[in-house]
C-alpha cells in the first residue's frame, strides 16, 4: 500500500491576482490552496488540487518551491506597498490634523472678530447718542446763554432808562426823539412792571403759540419761539373757576415822572371767541380815572399798534401805566350730561411797549438817515446798519429805532435790485457787505422753511434769491437768512442766527 505525503498552503494576499488573473480589493483576500502528495515506495508522486485528487507521477517539487519563492516575494511586495501607503497616510493625517488646527484658529478668529466688531458697532452706538446727547446740551445752553445775554442787556437798559427819565424830567423832552423807555419783555425783570396783587389773576409772560383757537403766533420782538410776550392766560383762569363772572388783571409800569406830555406806543393781540376787553389806565396819585385805551372783543391773531397821547392834564405829576385785561373765561358744565368743557379762548397779549417823553406827533414816522423806495401803493423805508450785530440784537435795534421798524423782509426781485444799488453806490457799504446783511427771515420754528418775521405773525417767503447749494443748514443751527454773496449781488445764503453781521432795518408806510 502507498503511504502519500500531503502538504497544503494556504496563502492570504491583500493585494494580489491569484493564479487564475483575478484581482482582489482591501476588501477580500485571495486564497491559494497547493496540496503535493509525494507516494513512498513509488517513483511516482501525485499533485492534488483543493477539493479533489487525481493521480500523478511522484517528481520533483520544484515547482512548488518556486511557487513558494515568487509567493514570499508578493508578500514582500505587498507588505513593501502596505507601508508605503501606510507612510502616505500618516502624511495625510498629519496634514489633516494641521488643517483641522488651522480651521480651528480661523474659527477662534473669527469668533474674536465677530466679538471686536460687535463691540466696535456698541461703541460707535455709544458715541452717537453721546453726540447727540452733548447736541442738545449744547442747544438749551445756547438758549440760556442768549437769554441771559438779553437779561443783561435788558437790565442794562433799563438802568439807562432811567438815567434818560432823570435826565428828561429836567430838561422836558428828549433831544433825539428817542423813547425813555423800550421793553420788549425778553427779561424776568420785565422792565420794572409788577402785578396788581389786589386781582384774582396774573399777567404771565409767554413765548410761541399758545393755541390755534387764542393767543398771537409769536412774539412781536423776534416772531420765533424764543422771543416772550406779557399775557392773560386764559385757560389758567378757566381751569380755576367756574363762574361766568368777569375777572380781571392789571400790570403797572413804574412810575415816569411829570412833563409837559407822554406819548405811549405798544403793540397788542386780542385772539380768542372769549375775549373780553384790554384797557390801560393813567394811574395818578393811586388813582385810575376813565381808561385812556381801549379795545373789545376778538379782533385776529395779528399785532396791532396802540397809541396814547396824554398831555399835561395827565402828566402834570408823576404817573404808572395800568395795563388791565379781562376775561369771563371758566369751567362749564353740564348737569344733564355730566360733560364739561371750557370757555378758555380769551388770551390778551402785549409786546414792545414804547414811552417817549413828547406828544404822539412829534414822534417821527422815520429815521433821518433813510433809503427810500416808492411803489404804487407804499413807501418803504430803509437803514443799513454797519455795526455787527446777533440776529437777535438786530431785531432789538429794529424795533428801538422806530415803533414801525423791523428788520427787512424781501419780497420781490425789484426790492432786492434797489437793496444791492444802494450798497453798490456806497463805498463804505460796499466794504460793509463783504460781511453779509441780516434779514428778518428766519426757519427757527421748522427747519428748511423760511418766513418773514417782521409782523410778529410769521409768514411764507415766497420770492427768494438763494446762492445755489444754500440754503444748507451747516451743523445743523443756520436758521436766520442772510444777504451773504456780495460778487452775485447779496445772493441769500443760511447763518447761526448768534452770528455778528450788519444788518437792514425797513418801514413800510401805505400811501
Known amino acids: 500500500m502507498k503511504n502519500c505525503i500531503s502538504l497544503l498552503f494556504i496563502i492570504h494576499i491583500l493585494p494580489i491576482q491569484n493564479s487564475a488573473g483575478s484581482s482582489c480589493g482591501f476588501s477580500g483576500s ?9 507516494c513512498e515506495g513509488s517513483a511516482k508522486r501525485s499533485l492534488t488540487s483543493a477539493g479533489s485528487q487525481r493521480s500523478c507521477p511522484c517528481s520533483d517539487i520544484t515547482s512548488v518551491q518556486t511557487e513558494q519563492r515568487n509567493l514570499s516575494s508578493w508578500v514582500e511586495t505587498i507588505n513593501s506597498t502596505f507601508q508605503a501607503v501606510r507612510a502616505d497616510l500618516k502624511g495625510i493625517q498629519a496634514e489633516l490634523n494641521a488643517k483641522s488646527l488651522e480651521l480651528t484658529a480661523i474659527r477662534e478668529r473669527k469668533t474674536k472678530d465677530n466679538a471686536t466688531l460687535a463691540k466696535y458697532v456698541m461703541d460707535i452706538q455709544t458715541t452717537e447718542n453721546a453726540i447727540t446727547t452733548e447736541r442738545q446740551n449744547w442747544f438749551k445752553e445756547r438758549d440760556r446763554l442768549q437769554n441771559e445775554l438779553h437779561d443783561v442787556t435788558r437790565k442794562a437798559q433799563i438802568c439807562g432808562h432811567a438815567s434818560a427819565a432823570s435826565t428828561t424830567s429836567q430838561q422836558g423832552s428828549s433831544s433825539d426823539g428817542s423813547p425813555i423807555l423800550f421793553c420788549d419783555f425778553e427779561t ?16 404771565s409772560s409767554g413765548h410761541g403759540t399758545q393755541a390755534s383757537t387764542t393767543g398771537p403766533k409769536q412774539d412781536h420782538t423776534y416772531g420765533n419761539p424764543h422771543g416772550h410776550y406779557m399775557f392773560l392766560d386764559a385757560y389758567d383762569h378757566a ?19 411829570s412833563s409837559h406830555g407822554y406819548c405811549i406806543l405798544f403793540w397788542y393781540n386780542l385772539h380768542g371767541a372769549d375775549v373780553k376787553e384790554l384797557n390801560v389806565y393813567a394811574k395818578i396819585h393811586g388813582g385810575l380815572g376813565n381808561p385812556v385805551f381801549s379795545q373789545k372783543g376778538n379782533l385776529n391773531q395779528d399785532w396791532h399798534l396802540g397809541k396814547i397821547n396824554l398831555d399835561s392834564e395827565y402828566t402834570s405829576s408823576p404817573l404808572s401805566l395800568v395795563f388791565e385785561a379781562k376775561t369771563d373765561s371758566h369751567k362749564v358744565y353740564h348737569y344733564s350730561s355730566g360733560y364739561s ?17 413828547s406828544s404822539c406827533k412829534s ?3 422815520y429815521p433821518s438817515n433813510v433809503h427810500s423806495r416808492m411803489t404804487s401803493n ?30 427787512v423782509s424781501i419780497k420781490s426781485s425789484e426790492e432786492q435790485a434797489y437793496i444791492v444799488k444802494v450798497i453798490k453806490l ?19 420754528r421748522a427747519e428748511g422753511i423760511f418766513e418773514w418775521t417782521d409782523t410778529g405773525t410769521p409768514y411764507p417767503i415766497t420770492y427768494s434769491n438763494w446762492q445755489p447749494g444754500q440754503p444748507n443748514n451747516v451743523g445743523s443751527n443756520q436758521d436766520c437768512l442772510l444777504l451773504q454773496y456780495p460778487d452775485d449781488d447779496l445772493t441769500w445764503g443760511d447763518v ?5 453781521h450788519p444788518f437792514i432795518c425797513e418801514i413800510n408806510q401805505t400811501l
Request: aromatic share 14%.
Open 30 to 38: 485571495c486564497l491559494y490552496n497547493i496540496q503535493v502528495h509525494h
Open 188 to 203: 424776568s425783570s420785565q422792565c420794572g412792571f409788577h402785578q396788581d396783587k389786589s386781582d384774582d389773576m396774573d399777567w
Open 239 to 257: 381751569t380755576r373757576h367756574s363762574s361766568s363772572t368777569t375777572s380781571t388783571a392789571r400790570f403797572i409800569s413804574p412810575e415816569f415822572p
Open 341 to 357: 368743557y371750557y370757555k378758555r379762548n380769551g388770551d390778551i397779549a402785549i409786546d414792545d411797549l414804547y414811552v417817549f417823553n
Open 363 to 365: 414822534i417821527p414816522k
Open 378 to 407: 407804499s413807501t418803504a423805508y430803509y437803514t443799513f446798519h454797519t455795526t455787527p450785530s446777533t440776529w437777535y440784537e438786530a431785531q432789538v435795534a429794529c424795533k428801538k429805532e422806530n415803533p414801525y421798524s423791523h428788520l
Open 426 to 444: 456806497s463805498e463804505d457799504l460796499s466794504v460793509v457787505a463783504n460781511n453779509g446783511f441780516y434779514t428778518s427771515g428766519s426757519d427757527d
Open 496 to 500: 447761526d442766527c448768534g452770528e455778528k
